[in-house]
T-cell receptor
Framework: GQSLEQPSEVTAVEGAIVQINCTYQTSGFYGLSWYQQHDGGAPTFLSYNALDGLEETGRFSSFLSRSDSYGYLLLQELQMKDSASYFCAVTNYGQNFVFGPGTRLSVLP | DGGITQSPKYLFRKEGQNVTLSCEQNLNHDAMYWYRQDPGQGLRLIYYSQIVNDFQKGDIAEGYSVSREKKESFPLTVTSAQKNPTAFYLC??????????FGPGTRLTVT
């Protein structure tokens, strides 16, 4: 089977840095992506990693270690608008996506 | 503007009725997906389609049906066999297996 694990909640203050971890078990792993979802809205794409290492996109970075079946999303210079749920998702070779349970990030003033 | 549209945004039905949710994309993507999301939960895959006239069951296909007669359209029917149909339904498309584009979602309430 396929499964992903993420912390259910993370809290941080404005301006801080927060890391959201994701571990996965899957067959035919192709890549790991991250999505942001505000309450009542649809998920929006943040980043994608197919190879080991760090990908940086503005204040957001994503890391992947294929050998450890582990990745994380790093959010820097947190802003109030970053309060949302964050999902990691595995793509397998069938171009099927499996989503994690999500991490709810609360940014405090 | 390219994107995915879902309609309606809110849908109310009586128990025992079938209901069809619309999903249209003009991104020219081959793959399309339907997810169900319950409050405070992640996304669960209902059905997906990699190409026209072909689709596969996801993890929770029971009580749902789909068709893919056109590349741009992937409607989902929630049948009366679905025991707990009230949920937020999200349609997505992809062309590279790296990124999914989501529609705004349909919030279905069945009473």
């Amino acid at each position: 089977g396929q499964s992903l694990e993420q912390p259910s909640e993370v809290t941080a203050v404005e301006g801080a840095i927060v890391q959201i971890n994701c571990t996965y078990q899957t067959s035919g792993f192709y890549g790991l992506s991250w999505y942001q979802q505000h309450d009542g809205g649809a998920p929006t794409f943040l980043s994608y990693n197919a190879l080991d290492g760090l990908e940086e996109t503005g204040r957001f970075s994503s890391f992947l270690s294929r050998s450890d079946s582990y990745g994380y999303l790093l959010l820097q210079e947190l802003q109030m608008k970053d309060s949302a749920s964050y999902f990691c998702a595995v793509t397998n070779y069938g171009q099927n996506f499996v989503f994690g349970p999500g991490t709810r990030l609360s940014v405090l003033p | 503007d390219g994107g995915i549209t879902q309609s309606p945004k809110y849908l109310f039905r009586k128990e025992g009725q079938n209901v069809t949710l619309s999903c249209e994309q003009n991104l020219n993507h081959d793959a399309m997906y339907w997810y169900r999301q319950d409050p405070g939960q992640g996304l669960r895959l209902i059905y997906y389609s990699q190409i026209v006239n072909d689709f596969q069951k996801g993890d929770i296909a029971e009580g749902y049906s789909v068709s893919r007669e056109k590349k741009e359209s992937f409607p989902l029917t929630v049948t009366s066999a679905q025991k707990n149909p009230t949920a937020f339904y999200l349609c997505a498309s992809s062309n590279d297996g790296e990124r999914q584009y989501f529609g705004p979602g349909t919030r279905l309430t069945v009473t």
